[in-house]
Every structure is written in structure tokens, then in C-alpha cells.
């Protein structure tokens, strides 16, 4: 709860940083005339508003996969509202940019197509809850979008007449566009103090960087209102600014994918452990129990007494297994001695005999590393458990300029299936999300070969 406190106390010193420099720069710019001059550079014009286009579209698209999975109402405003914004940038900046023609329909379809998806984003923070069909939103953002952009360009081309058209340079501000810009920076007032209040609240990352890109989308408004309008190839502060604000939204949108991502590894490896205990230790304090019982109902404790020894000898490996695995997932352990530790615990009881070697140029990111871990730890319990071996070989090593892992056994092999059981077919996922491939050899009486060829730097 403290650390949250501060976490928004920082937000709230960062927009106030913020709000004095962008309010400082703006009475700069109200008071010298002459700093209001705009640069006819149609390419760097072109280049940021397919900027503008592309990181709104990447925005809503993230904000569509989250509704898919968490189905919150938050996330179906947040990415309809950047769809539209996204589509209204290629509609009515990028295609006219192209083309080097613009006129006034094109300008009031696009501020109004914009700040209907501004209206949209600050709405996001007032919704809650989550809607029972998560069906991805992608679909309906890009209907909205169409009958928003449609709408707009109709709307405006039957009002063409009395509009005003695209301001010159040094020209007097039509009173009805400068209001509708004006709108426009309301609108993303009331967004900054939504995504502000939501942080407060939940404390999501995301909805920091929203605010802070608010905020200058609120001040590229106001420079706009006093700059409006001009030629198609014209660049002006208030691009700047926005430009700025949708670096500090591709920021957020990153870190949000990564934390995406982390959240995602996470809940697998809490799949994946609970697996492990009820295939493994899970069984082994079932057969305790089990053996307990037959002694309180008098079985003979010479014939159970080692039966229950033998499963709680189990039990304690299954559970130092465990604490290996995640010892090395988390990092607290370095990759080579935590492998050999996991042998040398595999093969305290003289069962199976591993030879390991570990070739000292093969360097592995840490997302590999933990993959790597995974895939020797199946598939030497595989061993253990079906192959009837007494040896098995673990490299790994380069090899034609490759990095390989290699799991070899001495066992009684199989027919190699045309599909893959559950062990077989997790391995395939672990190497796959690392870039790998992973491939099998086997035949009867002849052991078996697990190879997983590494991703190339």
C-alpha cells in the first residue's frame, strides 16, 4: 500500500514538472508572435502522422487482445477509441499526405473523427466491470471506426459550405475551429484526470502512461488551437508535442506487452508446478499415507515400515526437484550448478547414471537458460520413469556452428510416434518458445535421442 502511495505521489510531481514546462512553453508561445511560425516539410509531415497511425493502431490492437483474455469494458473503449484515432490518421493525414491534396472536407472529417476517439479513450476510465462476451474487440472497433470515419466525411461534406477551410500561416482563427479544437483539449483534460484517478486506484502501469500522454495530447491541442489548419506539408509545435505523446504511450504500451508476457510465464509455471506436484509428489505422500493407514490397521511393520521409508525418500527428492527448478527459474541460481545439482539429486540412488557435459562456449539468455533447465529435467525424468536405462548422456555443446542440447539414453527405445505425448509435446512447446526446435530419434532396443538445436544469434 506505502510503495502504491508513492508510486502516484511520483505521478502526481511528474504532471506537475510536466504541466509547469508545457504551461511555460505555451505562454512563450502565446506571447512572442513570432515563434508560431510553421515549416513546410511535406516528408517529415508524412512520416509523423504515419507515426501518429501506426502507434495508435499498435495501441488498440494491445488493448483488444487484453479485453479478449480479461474481457474488461476498459480495454473494448480504450481500443476502440484508438482504432478510430489510428484509421483517422491513415484516412485523412497519411492518404492525403501521399496524394499532396487536402481541403476542408478532409480537415473537419478528421478533427471530427479524432475527437469522437478521444471522447472514447476518456470515457475508458469510467467503465467497469467486464463484459460476459469476450469476443475480440478488434472487430467492433474496426465497425465503429468505419461508421465513424463515414459519418465524419458525410457530416462534413454537406456542411463544406459553411466550414472554414485549412488556415493559412499568420491568418485569424476561424471562431468555430479554434472551438472544436478547443473541445478537443477538454476532452483530453478529462482524460488525464481519469487515467490519473484509475492509477490511484488500481495502480496499473498502463494507465500512468495514459496520463502523462493526456497530458500532452491536452497541450499539442492547445498549440493547435493557435496554429491551425495549415498547408498538409506544414509542421508545427503542436506536432512536436504530439509526437512526444505518442512516444510516451509507445513506452507504456511496451512495458504493458512485457508485463503482459512476465504475467503469462508466470501462470504457466504455476501450471506447470502444480503438475509436476500432482504427478510427483503428490503420488509419493498418497503412498505414505496409504502405508500409515495399513500399520494403524496392524499390518505387519517389518513388511510396511520400508515401503513408507522408500515413498518418503521419494517425496523429499520430488520436493528438492522442485525447489532446484524454481531456484533456477528465478535466477537465484546459476545455470550450469544448478544443473549439475539437479544430476547429482537425480542419481543419488544409483538408478540411472548421467554423464553431463557443458561445452563453456555455449552462451544462453536467461529465457533459455530456464527452457533449457525445463527440457533436461523432463526429459531425464522421462528416463527414469519409461526407458528402463542405466545411462544417459546430457551435452550441451556447439556443433556446426549450432548450439544443441542433447539427451541420449542406453534404454529400450520405442517407435517413434507420428505425434507426441504430453511430456514429448511440452519439451516441443518449451524449445519452440525460445526459437529452438526440438527433434527425436528412437527405435526398439536401441534407446533414444532427444536433440534441441538453439536459436542462431
Not at 504511450?249 to 506447470?272: H, M, Q
Request: proline share 4%.
Amino acid at each position: 500500500m506505502r510503495d502504491g502511495r508513492n508510486q502516484f505521489e511520483r505521478l502526481l510531481w511528474g504532471q506537475l514538472l510536466l504541466l509547469a514546462l508545457l504551461g511555460a512553453a505555451l505562454a512563450l508561445f502565446l506571447q512572442y508572435p513570432s515563434l508560431r511560425d510553421v515549416y513546410d516539410l511535406p516528408r517529415l509531415k508524412l512520416v509523423i502522422v504515419t507515426l501518429f497511425a501506426l502507434e495508435g493502431l499498435l495501441i488498440a490492437a494491445l488493448a483488444a487482445t487484453r479485453f479478449t483474455v480479461e474481457g474488461r469494458r476498459f480495454d473494448l473503449l480504450l481500443s476502440t477509441g484508438l482504432f478510430v484515432t489510428g484509421t483517422s490518421w491513415v484516412a485523412f493525414g497519411v492518404i492525403p499526405g501521399i496524394e499532396d491534396h487536402a481541403n476542408r472536407t478532409q480537415l473537419w472529417a478528421a478533427l471530427g473523427s479524432r475527437t469522437v476517439g478521444s471522447v472514447l479513450i476518456a470515457a475508458a476510465p469510467l467503465a467497469q466491470g467486464r463484459s460476459r462476451r469476450r469476443r475480440p474487440s478488434l472487430g467492433w472497433a474496426v465497425l465503429a471506426s468505419a461508421i465513424i470515419l463515414t459519418s465524419a466525411w458525410e457530416l462534413s461534406s454537406v456542411s463544406a459550405s459553411v466550414l472554414p477551410g485549412p488556415v493559412s500561416p499568420g491568418a485569424p482563427v476561424p471562431p468555430a475551429l479554434a472551438g472544436a479544437l478547443a473541445v478537443q483539449a477538454l476532452v483530453y483534460l478529462l482524460a488525464t484526470i481519469g487515467y490519473t484517478e484509475r492509477y490511484r486506484t488500481r495502480g496499473e502501469d498502463l494507465d500512468r502512461f495514459l496520463a502523462l500522454g493526456s497530458l500532452l495530447l491536452l497541450f499539442a491541442s492547445l498549440h493547435f488551437v493557435f496554429t491551425p489548419g495549415v498547408g498538409i506539408g506544414d509542421v508545427s509545435q503542436g506536432d512536436f508535442v504530439q509526437v512526444l505523446a505518442y512516444c510516451v504511450l509507445l513506452v507504456g504500451v511496451w512495458r504493458a506487452i512485457r508485463a503482459y508476457e512476465f504475467g503469462r510465464a508466470v501462470a504457466d509455471e504455476r501450471a506447470r508446478l502444480a503438475r509436476e506436484i500432482h504427478d510427483g509428489l503428490a503420488q509419493y505422500l498418497f503412498a505414505i499415507s496409504t502405508h500409515a493407514s495399513m500399520l494403524e490397521n496392524g499390518a505387519d511393520p517389518a513388511e510396511t515400515l520400508p515401503l513408507l521409508r522408500q515413498a518418503a525418500d521419494a517425496a523429499q527428492r520430488e520436493a528438492r526437484y522442485a525447489i532446484l527448478a524454481l531456484s533456477s527459474a528465478s535466477g537465484r541460481s546459476p545455470f550450469d550448478s544448478a544443473l549439475r545439482r539437479y544430476v547429482d539429486l537425480l542419481t543419488a540412488d544409483g538408478a540411472l547414471n548421467v554423464e553431463l557435459e557443458l561445452d563453456p562456449r555455449v552462451r544462453l539468455d536467461p529465457d533459455e537458460q530456464i527452457e533449457v533447465f525445463r527440457i533436461v529435467q523432463e526429459g531425464l525424468a522421462n528416463v527414469r520413469k519409461h526407458a528402463s536405462a542405466r545411462r544417459a548422456w546430457v551435452r550441451i555443446e556447439i556443433r556446426g556452428g549450432a548450439r544443441l542440447v542433447t539427451i541420449t539414453d542406453d534404454g529400450t527405445g520405442f517407435e517413434t510416434p507420428a505425434g507426441a505425448g504430453q511430456g514429448l509435446g511440452n519439451m516441443r512447446d518449451r524449445a519452440t518458445a525460445v526459437g529452438g526446435a526440438l527433434s527425436i530419434g528412437s527405435a526398439p532396443g536401441r534407446g533414444t535421442t532427444l536433440e534441441v538445436a538453439l536459436r542462431n544469434f
